[in-house]
Nanobody, 120 residues
Framework: QVQLVESGGGLVQPGGSLRLSCAASIRFFSTYTMGWYRQCPGKRRELVAAVTRGGSTNYKDSVKDRFTISRDNAKNTVYLQMNSLKPEDTAVYYC??????????????WGQGTQVTVSS
């Protein structure tokens, strides 16, 4: 069963931008705090941004002031606008439930993720 489908990744040069989308087929989607996780090769998944039902957000320092998480509850969709991308942002990006403290609290089966590659 597909619950989370990420899209929008790709290859971009340093300083470029991408906008990721996550379509969530989750009952009562609007009640969950949602987040974007990323996983670099050889590292564990890390929650880098979270957004509550009402739109409160928080970010890891590594992406703060460059990434913006948002949601459209009517469309059951979460977005991640990524600007000023750096090579160290290269990772597979996933969405799932999350928390504003950025501890990482996934509730659902992971989707396939979307690859973001930042390289000249």
């Amino acid at each position: 069963q597909v619950q989370l489908v990420e899209s929008g990744g790709g290859l971009v040069q340093p300083g470029g931008s991408l906008r990721l989308s996550c379509a969530a087929s989750i009952r009562f989607f609007s009640t969950y705090t949602m987040g974007w996780y990323r996983q670099c090769p050889g590292k564990r998944r890390e929650l880098v941004a979270a957004v509550t039902r009402g739109g409160s957000t928080n970010y890891k320092d590594s992406v703060k002031d460059r990434f913006t998480i948002s949601r459209d509850n009517a469309k059951n969709t979460v977005y991640l606008q990524m600007n000023s991308l750096k090579p160290e942002d290269t990772a597979v990006y996933y969405c799932n439930t999350g928390d504003l403290l950025l501890r990482g609290t996934p509730s659902f089966t992971w989707g396939q993720g979307t690859q973001v590659t930042v390289s000249s």
